[in-house]
Nanobody
Framework: QVRLVESGGGLVQAGGSLRLSCVAS????????MGWFRQAPGKEREFIAA????????LHADAVKGRLTISRENAKNTVYLQMNSLKPEDTAVYYC???????????????????WGQGTQVTVSS
């Protein structure tokens, strides 16, 4: 079993920064591909970024590249999403997700992830 708990969301002004954290429990965490997604009201769940088990390989959506950056610290069982230069269109519920430990490929499709956190709300005011 993998349990994921996000934190760090909140209200921020446009141009500001936030760092989201996702703390994972489960023995397979360090070997799992992890991802961040977001979902705004009335929209489909959108891929943000994914990271390999070692942190050496990442994949970022073009829409957020350069502003939102994924990283992980396996010793703390934590995945981060550093969010800079935030825009009102970044407003959404942000979710972290994990793939099975045996599936190593970085994926951008939500259905390729088996485990999900509860989500944390990010609201960017203009």
């Amino acid at each position: 079993q993998v349990r994921l708990v996000e934190s760090g969301g909140g209200l921020v002004q446009a141009g500001g920064s936030l760092r989201l954290s996702c703390v994972a429990s489960g023995r397979t965490f360090s070997s799992s591909v992890m991802g961040w997604f977001r979902q705004a009201p009335g929209k489909e769940r959108e891929f943000i970024a994914a990271i390999s088990w070692s942190g050496g390989n990442t994949l970022h959506a073009d829409a957020v590249k350069g502003r939102l950056t994924i990283s992980r610290e396996n010793a703390k069982n934590t995945v981060y999403l550093q969010m800079n230069s935030l825009k009102p269109e970044d407003t959404a519920v942000y979710y972290c997700a994990a793939r099975p430990a045996t599936q190593w490929r970085l994926e951008s499709l939500p259905h390729e992830y088996d485990y999900w956190g509860q989500g944390t709300q990010v609201t960017v005011s203009s």
